[in-house]
């Protein structure tokens, strides 16, 4: 006899429905499981044993049979331990030790020896998944029942051990669902680490960075060590927008599939929710495969955990050639494909890139307080290690001095952080309602096509940039960069149309003076 029940395989950011299937027959005794399994599938098999028979069930190895379990469909690779449950569920179900309607119930689960529950990545899109087929119940362990419960108008079932499982299966105890959550009151804009208001001075750098955090442009700030870079970069989350609903659902599939969560007792929501925007920091160490994402399973990597918010590259330069170089793409398309020779899957990284270096190796380069000790040759090197390429794909360059220390005495006035705040959302407003029916939420976000449909500008103005561009010898990528800023320019100080001044500031922030010896 067969029996069968529901499970779910992870491709991406999206989970498609498993059929478990297990066949119990006498015979020679075996454990096989089909379906393509991976390694973690394939070891399955003596956990199931051993959680079985430690809850009082009846395992396979003692009734001496021969067990097929067959994972459809088959041409679909099966990663991870959460067909544990699933499988010892449907084998207890073939064996009459327990009897349930299966039909519209999901199951998902890592057993333990002893036959516990441990938590599993990824639940949410399983339980997207579950909701959006008609499923009505998810049961899974425990601590991944608060992040399933997210997801309205599912069952979520979280139980302990096996015993609980074929205890509530039979209708011996009755678990009370999971309450869901409503993800609107989660929402947070709690205080950060750093404040902007705590920054004295770097006037021009607090206004590039008001214009970086209303358009998503990059930024990329040059200045001697001790200048404030590090500490501007840790204070731009204190003035970006709130997060909505959609983003921060978002966010959170991508950080289940990453298993980013640090699950516990607590009740707190931020224990399996993602309600701010996230600032990465990965040390100068990262490899592509960290930074970008890969491995055997296929994982998100920094620039996706960092999607809709912040990643922060610290001395950049120190980097690999590789990693910087692995950023190009998902710049340009706000996403990132990975592919290995049986697998392929992408996962969005639209995130804000902020980068610091020092303009030579010693730091002093072009301070005129203090004497560079680097030969010409030697700047060269260092600064060559960020590529043109690279380099072009930053909207706004920033030269950070060196401010005078008496202004750090001065008493931060935190209302400076709150109404810029307000401005940066008054402006992403705009451009949301521009774009509503386009796909995108920011300026930097528009091809081509968008940007001369949305950034019309008049004849003095086309003159201008025509001209700036040629005698600067920009890009063509940069020409268009220009003009997004000019339209987050123009959103940031509540005006329809782009002026001139708005492209001058804008072409301000694209001079490349700051990396030349």
Known sequence: MTSKIFSAAIIGL???PIEVEVDASRGLPSFSIVGLPDKTVQESKDRINSAIKNSGLTNPKKENLKIVVNLAPADIRKQGPLYDLPIAVSYLLNTKQVEFDHQKKVFAGELALDGSLRSISAVLLIALM????GFKELILPKANAKEAALIKDLKIIGLNNLTEVAAYLSGKIIIQPEKNIDFSK?????EYDFDISEIKGQETAKRALSLAAAGFHNVLMTGPPGAGKTMLAKALPSIMPSLSMDEALEIT???SVANAFKYSDS???????INQRQFRNPHHTASAVALVGGGSNLKPGEISLAHRGILFLDEFPEFSRDVIEALRQPLEEGKVSLSRANNSVAYPAKFLLVASMNPCPCGNHQNPHKECLCTPGVIMRY???????????FDIKLDIPQENPKKLKEEPDYKESEELRQKVELAREKQKRRFKELGILTNSEMNNK???RFCKIDEESENFLDNYVMDKKLSHRSYFKILKLARTIADLEEREDISREDLQEAAMYKNDSVLTI
Not at 130 to 133: E, H, Q
Not at 186 to 190: D, V
Not at 383 to 393: A, E, H, N
């Open 14 to 16: 999206d989970a498609i």
């Open 130 to 133: 579950a909701r959006n087929l």
């Open 186 to 190: 989660i929402i947070s804009n709690s």
């Open 253 to 255: 599939k991508i950080h």
């Open 267 to 273: 009740n707190e929501p931020k224990n399996y929710i």
């Open 383 to 393: 600064q060559k290690k960020v590529s043109g390429p690279i380099l072009d794909r």
């Open 450 to 452: 968008q940007v001369r």
